[in-house]
DNA sequence: GTCATTGCAAATACTTTGCAAATCA
DNA sequence: TGATTTGCAAAGTATTTGCAATGAC
């Protein structure tokens, strides 16, 4: 799924939202939905716009990001405790996590076979599932 | 299973992993495999010697945590960016959070159903699987 | 021009580490 | 006694926040 969203798109993507469409955010926002899903940290973010010329703000890059994710444009990937991992792919899958290597990518749920969740307390409801599926080169 | 292991099986099991029975490693170990299986943060297990009056300081708390993981006494739960969970219970099986009261549960594989990954890249084997529940009250 | 947004630096939260003093075998 | 362990304080890493300057409409 390569080149999901125009830069017109993204703009319109925004403002949809009433997130004005700044220098910094559509250059963050091109990163995230121009191209194919992402997962990405604020710091991988960074250094990426960076890289490219443009001049965001560390703190910036958090801001937007947890703008976004609070607007439901991107999901949060809890992965490992110490930093966290947001994912362009907000529809409902699963993740697999190459521990040596940090490549993280994404499993269909229907790879992983039917799963549903009996025994949860009365009175309470599944909100969301998350799956990390941890995998190791075969030794 | 309440009263796992008994003060003596606690000094026995430390001494059979070659770590020394001092007094804070007995505190603190008496608090995670005395009782039923726990859920711990440094910070709440920190709080719960101090309570009981005994002196260990939070980086003891901190080094004896990542200690015994490394030994295989005690799982990690990768649940929420900026705190680390600490699992009595290594056996295999999943987690039940409560997103707006903070409580974390077991969840008995069986009860989630049978899973299989398919699907992983060629050369690598599933090395484990971490499920989290996020539970809501029913609104 | 007005109000949202940005960037910096400071603050906060969590965790690890260096090292001298204390402790255990 | 000799090696390990502890506690403190300092450093490190990840993230948030206050506020003056900037930028969008």
Excluded: C
Aim: proline share 5%.
């Amino acid at each position: 799924m390569m080149q999901r969203l125009s830069p017109e798109q993204i703009t319109a993507l925004l403002t949809a939202h009433t997130v004005r469409p700044t220098r910094q955010r559509l250059a963050l926002a091109m990163h995230l939905f121009s191209g194919p899903h992402r997962h990405v940290t604020a710091e991988t973010l960074h250094r990426e716009v960076q890289a490219e010329g443009h001049t965001v703000s560390l703190a910036t890059v958090y801001n937007t990001l947890n703008h976004f994710h609070t607007l439901g444009l991107l999901g949060e990937v809890s992965l490992t405790p110490g930093s966290t991992w947001f994912d362009t792919n907000t529809k409902h899958h699963f993740h697999a996590f190459h521990e040596e290597t940090g490549e993280l990518w994404d499993i269909d749920p229907a790879e992983v076979g039917p799963v549903a969740v009996a025994g949860l307390p009365e009175g309470m409801e599944l909100a969301r599932m998350d799956v990390v599926i941890r995998v190791r080169s075969k030794g």
